[in-house]
């Protein structure tokens, strides 16, 4: 940088993201979020995977797409506008692949990373959270207990994205509660590992495609081969994933603002009062400025923090910023376009309502917005 | 943050063995320029990276990652307390057999205390 054009494979990238939201997203949306109950569905599943989308970051040598963070912001942006929800199951996945791909060993990535990529792909998932240590990830109890060659895990995660579908986990335990961060492991557990239950599934307020559960651990045993990295030393691995994958889910809330204000923007355009379209009334037009400035500075910051990463720089600082004011900016942009839509926009006619309660999850998940503004301080 | 933490570490492990930028880059095969910014928390360290510096300045791994603040070298020269003071400037002028005799008795009359 300087320079805020795409390249060539980015802008190819980009239309056919933009192609496959349309086709094979966008018109299922409605539908999976009215579904009582959970409205997973594994047919969306197999589109993301026959396009190779599960397999997006995953390096080429094991079968993925292999692209950069900025060319996976600028596909996830597409997916967004099409379906946060559908976007869910292979952001989960996403999250576990660049664990993998970031401190596996050769061994650990011929084994799993292939296991995301091409046709048959199966769902990943990443296990930080529990019912006592969300923000604070230094308060996780899954214990893990060396014990011959495998650890044994027990005990509970919670709001796994995936969790009951992927094919395996990235799962952080700690060896020693006492020891708090120094005592963080991370360790791939296959999906069909014994003692390895579902428990919960939630029902949200959004992201209704998605699911999202607990994942119940009693006895789980699992090989010395499957510790990431070195013991002890799954705080770092944590925060280094969550940092480079944190700009990729914002990308996802910005392309739901996007289609939040197209939507405004077409009906606004459309809708006559007092004899005029509601455009040509400069209450509605400067909601519509507004808008459409903050969405375009989002996306600046957020690609800022994927060039920081391609770029094998610290990007912690330009992530948080980015998830900061993507997130609170997607629901401000949504709220506005219900407002601009009025009793429509409120109804289920419309898909605003949608998209509004779809992006409030992004405030909370992947390291609320509370943290990301005590990483931000702790900078200044 | 947790970079700029671990390459002060960095910066401070290699001081002590007394090694130039330039020395430690080399037997790293980085760059000068590369090292400088990781001991200023520009550039992501990944795991692999952190190991390999711990062997080269014979630091444990946990010596970067666990969550000790790095005193500067004058709070380093003041220690609290007269004796642990006059202890460490008597130790330091032994020959090392000797302080490895003195740390095992240390050790023994500690757990006699406990």
Not at chain 1, 211 to 238: C, K, M, R, S
Not at chain 1, 317 to 325: G, N, Q, R
Not at chain 2, 73 to 100: G, H
Request: charge should be negative; charged fraction near 25%; glycine fraction near 8%.
């Amino acid at each position: 940088m300087i320079g805020f054009e795409l390249n060539e494979e980015q802008l190819r990238y980009q239309k056919w993201a933009r192609a496959f939201a349309e086709e094979e997203m966008k018109p299922y949306a409605a539908e999976l979020d009215r579904r009582q109950d959970t409205a997973f569905d594994w047919g969306i599943v197999r589109r993301f995977a026959k396009a190779n989308l599960l397999g997006l970051g995953v390096p080429q040598e094991y079968g993925g797409l292999g692209v950069d963070h900025l060319t996976l912001a600028v596909v996830t942006e597409e997916l967004g506008a099409a379906c946060m929800g559908m976007i869910e199951p292979a952001g989960g996945t996403w999250l576990a692949t660049c664990c993998l791909t970031l401190v596996g060993n050769e061994d650990q990535k011929r084994r799993y990373l292939p296991l995301v990529c091409g046709e048959n792909a199966t769902l990943a998932g990443l296990a930080v959270t529990e019912p006592e240590a969300g923000s604070d990830m230094a308060a996780i109890r899954t214990r893990a207990t060396k014990k011959g060659d495998c650890y044994i895990l027990n005990g509970t995660k919670a709001f796994i994205t995936n969790a009951g579908l992927a094919g395996f986990y990235i799962v952080f335990a700690t060896t020693d509660p006492r020891k708090r961060d120094s005592g963080l492991n991370a360790f791939i557990v296959d999906g069909d590992a014994k003692g390895l239950t579902l428990g919960k599934v939630e029902e949200m307020m959004g992201l209704r495609a998605s699911q999202v559960g607990e994942l119940i651990f009693d006895n789980v045993e699992i090989p010395v081969e499957n510790l990431l990295g070195v013991e002890n030393t799954g705080y770092l691995i944590a925060m280094q994933t969550l940092d480079m994958s944190r700009p990729c889910m914002v990308a996802g809330t910005i392309g739901a603002a996007r289609a939040a204000f197209e939507t405004a923007l077409a009906y606004a355009r459309e809708r006559k009062q007092y004899g005029r379209p509601i455009l040509h009334h400069q209450a509605i037009a400067f909601m519509l400025a507004d808008m459409a400035t903050e969405i375009e500075a989002a996306r600046l910051l957020t690609w800022k923090a994927c060039w920081l990463i391609d770029e094998g720089m610290d990007s912690t600082l330009a992530s948080s910023m980015s998830k900061v004011f993507a997130t609170e900016m997607a629901e401000r942009v949504c709220s506005r376009a219900i407002q601009i839509l009025g009793g429509q926009g409120y109804t289920r006619n419309s898909p605003v309502e949608k998209y509004y309660r779809d992006v409030k999850a992004c405030q909370i998940y992947e390291g609320t917005n509370q943290i990301q503004r005590m990483i931000i301080s702790s900078m200044l | 943050m947790i970079y700029k933490d671990i390459g002060k570490k960095i910066q401070r492990a290699r001081e002590e063995l007394g090694l130039s930028q330039e020395e430690l880059a080399s037997r790293l095969g980085y760059t000068q320029a590369a090292l400088s910014n990781y001991e200023l928390g520009k550039r992501r360290l990944y795991l692999a990276n952190i190991e390999q510096i711990a062997r080269e300045l014979n630091k444990p791994l946990s010596y970067f990652l666990e969550d000790s603040p790095v005193r500067s070298p004058a709070e380093e020269r003041e220690p609290q307390d007269e004796t642990i003071a006059e202890i460490i400037r008597l130790l330091s002028e032994l020959p090392v057999e000797e302080r490895n005799y003195l740390l095992e008795y240390i050790r023994w009359r500690r757990e006699r205390q406990r």
